[in-house]
């Protein structure tokens, strides 16, 4: 019966993809993991802050005697203490640490994956976007063949990017969504991401490619799906890049070599 209704759930999975505003976006699973280790991370301060202050109150020197002289016996100088309860405490605390620790190490290793990994290609209807990095400038390529500078994508949808340079090394990032991969010459690097708020939002370049690095950013509109298609409708057969060597963009950009003290970098 449970076989029956797994394969039942695959089907209308596979045969109903899900919504983009459906999918974690890259950016809530990164500020989930920022949550978690801040939260964790103060717990265990204030454990042992509030461990530290009530044992050095509880046995401070108030000059008075000795409360403890007839329950404990007191080492000599140059003698180890005894006693201890045998370790218990210690093993208790380092076992403890332990488990959370390896826990931590575990659940964030999961959420990475899934970044790496993305959503289930079957079950969702992404958007595929080919991005080519040049210096200094990035050109956007849609399935249509319509090239452009701006990135355009619709809200609630899946993106996936396949980043590659047609000349030196850059790295491709959208700090607002938590997107960024290298851009290499002659390969391809992929990324996703979905966007669940309209707006513009920057794309930067990460990799230091040349005396125009810092100008290398670019605006990522996100608009409302029903404006996207309207747009992607009228993109057929034009092209909307403005660099400096190439009106169509792609490989044949005609950029003049980065200097840096008059030497060609």
């Given at each position: 019966m449970k076989e029956m209704v797994g394969v039942v759930i695959t089907r209308v999975a596979i045969g109903f993809p899900?919504?983009?505003?459906d999918v974690r976006a890259p950016s809530a699973v990164f500020d989930q993991i920022f949550e978690v280790f801040l939260l964790l991370g103060t717990a265990v301060g204030v454990v042992v802050v509030a461990y530290t202050m009530y044992h050095a109150l509880k046995y401070r020197d108030d000059?008075?005697?000795d409360p403890y002289a007839d329950k404990v016996e007191r080492p000599e100088m140059?003698?180890?203490?005894?006693?201890g309860a045998g370790g218990r405490k210690v093993f208790y605390s380092f076992s403890i640490s332990a488990i959370i620790v390896v826990s931590l190490i575990a659940w964030t290793y999961s959420q990475l994956l899934y970044i790496e990994q993305g959503p289930d290609p079957a079950q969702?209807?992404?958007?595929?976007?080919?991005?080519?990095?040049?210096?200094f400038g990035w050109d956007f390529v849609y399935p249509n063949g319509h090239t452009t500078n701006t990135l355009y994508v619709p809200q609630d949808r899946v993106v996936r990017l396949q980043v590659t340079s047609t000349d030196v090394f850059h790295n491709f990032g959208i700090p607002e969504l938590r997107v960024k991969t290298d851009a290499v010459p002659g390969q391809y690097t992929s990324a996703w991401f979905t966007a669940n708020e309209t707006g513009t939002y920057a794309a930067k370049c990460?990799?230091?490619?040349?005396?125009?690095?810092?100008?290398?950013?670019t605006d990522v509109v996100v608009m409302p799906q029903d404006e996207y298609e309207e747009w992607y409708a009228e993109t057929e057969g034009t092209n909307e890049t403005k660099s400096g060597g190439n009106e169509t963009g792609g490989a044949d950009h005609q950029i003049a070599p980065a200097t840096a003290g008059g030497v060609p970098a």
């Open positions: 899900l919504h983009g505003g000059g008075g005697t140059g003698e180890m203490p005894t006693g969702t209807d992404a958007l595929e976007i080919d991005v080519e990095g040049y210096r990460y990799e230091l490619c040349g005396s125009g690095h810092s100008l290398m950013t």
